[in-house]
C-alpha cells in the first residue's frame, strides 16, 4: 500500500534503454582527479545506493563517449535487462598526479530546461592525461521501478526462491555462448 500508482506502470521497452544506456554512460567514466562524482552521479541509478562505488577501482580515466541498447529480456517479475554495448576511451597518464585537488575552473554553464540530470563522464581532454585506442564493451543493467515509480537499476535482485525478481543467468539470454563471454560482458 505504500507504493505509488506509478511503481505498477509497466516499463515500455524505449523507456528501459534510453535508462540502461544513460547508467551504462556514467557506470563506464570515471577520473581519479575527481574521485568522488561518479559515485554521487551513480547513486541516482541504483535501487540500492551503497552499490555506487562497484565497477571501479579508483584508479584511472575512462570516458563513455558512445552507447548503444541493444536486445532486452522481460524477467517475469517485471524487469528489464537491457544489453548494452558501449564505446570507452580509456586515458594514461602522461604526467605526475597532482597532490592537491584539481580546480574545475569557473563554474558550470547554465542548465538547459532539457537537461535530464548530472553526469560523470570526464571532459574529452584533461592536462596530465592522454587518450588510448577506444574500445567496445557489453553490459546488461537490469531496470525495474522503485515503489515511486522512478527507474532504478538493481544490481542486487534476489535469486529464485526469494520471492522478488531475479537476474537472468547469461547462458538464459538467448543466442548467447556463455563460453565466449567476456569479464566485461555482464554487470
Known sequence: MARSLGAWDPIGDGEAAAFAARFAADYLSFDEDDPTRRAEVLRGYLADP???????????????????????????????????TARIVPYRRSAAAPSFPVDPGPGLPPVSASTVGPSCAPAPAAPGWVACPALWVRIAPPVRRDDTGALVIDLGLPGPGHGGPTTPDPGDLPDRDPASASDGDLL
Open 50 to 84: 551503497s552499490a555506487c562505488t562497484l565497477g571501479w577501482s579508483g584508479i584511472g580515466r575512462q570516458r563513455c563517449d558512445i552507447v548503444l541498447p541493444g536486445r532486452a529480456l522481460r524477467t517475469e517479475h517485471g524487469v528489464i535487462v537491457v544489453e548494452v
